[in-house]
């Protein structure tokens, strides 16, 4: 059992930063994939990040190339995910997972676990 709190959500401005974090209990969370979906008002949740066990995969929507990173500290059961150029479209609540990664699926990660998400809101 995995459970997850996000942080780090907030108010910005269109081409400013924010990063998110995503505490996890549980002794097993380094045997995790571990990543992000978002789901903005009105639509369907999507992928966003997602980081393989050990951080020696990672996988990013088109949408947020290049702008977002994701990362992962396991002696401190912590995930981030970095966000650079915000735009307002990128406004949503944003959810911590942690499940499985898929090198050959599209997005990589199917998730066992959610944590109970941050709003980020990006201001034009």
């Known amino acids: 059992q995995v459970q997850l709190v996000e942080s780090g959500g907030g108010l910005v401005q269109a081409g400013g930063s924010l990063r998110l974090s995503c505490a996890a209990s549980?002794?097993?969370?380094?045997?995790?994939?571990v990543g992000w979906f978002r789901q903005a008002p009105g639509k369907d949740r999507e992928f966003v990040a997602a980081i393989s066990w050990n951080g020696g995969r990672t996988g990013y929507a088109d949408s947020v190339k290049g702008r977002f990173t994701i990362s992962r500290d396991n002696a401190k059961n912590t995930v981030y995910l970095q966000m650079n150029s915000l735009k307002p479209g990128d406004t949503a609540v944003y959810y911590c997972?942690?499940?499985?990664?898929?090198?050959?699926?599209?997005?990589?990660?199917?998730?066992?676990?959610w944590g109970q998400g941050t709003q980020v809101t990006v201001s034009s």
């Open positions: 549980g002794r097993t969370f380094s045997s995790y994939a």
């Open positions: 997972t942690a499940g499985t990664y898929y090198y050959t699926k599209d997005p990589p990660l199917v998730p066992d676990y």
